[in-house]
T-cell receptor, first 111, second 115 residues
Framework: RKEVEQDPGPFNVPEGATVAFNCTYSNSASQSFFWYRQDCRKEPKLLMSVYSSGNEDGRFTAQLNRASQYISLLIRDSKLSDSATYLCVVNMGGYGQNFVFGPGTRLSVLP | GAGVSQSPSNKVTEKGKDVELRCDPISGHTALYWYRQSLGQGLEFLIYFQGNSAPDKSGLPSDRFSAERTGGSVSTLTIQRTQQEDSAVYLC????FGQGSNEQYFGPGTRLTVT
């Protein structure tokens, strides 16, 4: 089993739709969680950290379920500009390199 | 404030030549990471520096790859005797270690093409 798994998509949704992505992780001792977005031929950019209590930033809501070892990202009222690849990132803790990137989920928002 | 910077932004080199890629992290960030990303692929971890600790080199694909970080700030990734399979975007990221949730911030990358 891979350490961090995501549905690669693509998710093709119309403008204004609500879309949700899940990400599962294998290490129950994982300490922190993030969502990044990556536009084509650009570097990943931090979208939001994911807190235990869940958090919201405008149209974006992130949730963490430690018992089932997954995090989710919900995008409401999607915009054309939301089209990107969304990367799930898990900090597994411990010494050394401990950030594990998921393969990403591709979202295309269609007019 | 200033983000992570990388240079050059693009590098075309002939097979067999050596290349050096530079990363300047965000001021005050003690952790620095190198990744590479081939076209249409995910991020591949290469090497990690944290303060004065020994770097985590577990991701380096061969002994042709090396990196150093001078004075706990700027880092240089060196690829010796480049091969065509080394062609990729090389991304550098930095983060505060031990504070908050340690988000990583990425530079714009160096696009390396080996001909």
């Amino acid at each position: 089993r891979k350490e961090v798994e995501q549905d690669p998509g693509p998710f093709n949704v119309p403008e204004g739709a609500t879309v949700a992505f899940n990400c599962t992780y294998s290490n129950s001792a994982s300490q922190s969680f993030f969502w990044y977005r990556q536009d084509c031929r650009k570097e990943p950019k931090l979208l939001m950290s994911v807190y235990s209590s869940g958090n919201e930033d405008g149209r974006f809501t992130a949730q963490l379920n430690r018992a089932s070892q997954y995090i989710s990202l919900l995008i409401r009222d999607s915009k054309l500009s939301d089209s990107a690849t969304y990367l799930c990132v898990v900090n597994m803790g411990g010494y050394g390199q401990n950030f594990v990137f998921g393969p990403g989920t591709r979202l295309s928002v269609l007019p | 404030g200033a983000g992570v910077s990388q240079s050059p932004s693009n590098k075309v080199t002939e097979k067999g030549k050596d290349v050096e890629l530079r990363c300047d992290p965000i001021s005050g960030h003690t952790a620095l990471y190198w990744y590479r990303q081939s076209l249409g692929q995910g991020l591949e971890f290469l090497i990690y520096f944290q303060g004065n600790s020994a770097p985590d080199k577990s991701g380096l694909p061969s002994d042709r790859f090396s990196a150093e970080r001078t004075g706990g700030s700027v880092s240089t990734l060196t690829i010796q005797r480049t091969q065509q399979e080394d062609s990729a975007v090389y991304l550098c990221a930095s983060s505060k270690f031990g504070q908050g949730s340690n988000e990583q911030y990425f530079g714009p990358g160096t696009r390396l093409t080996v001909t």
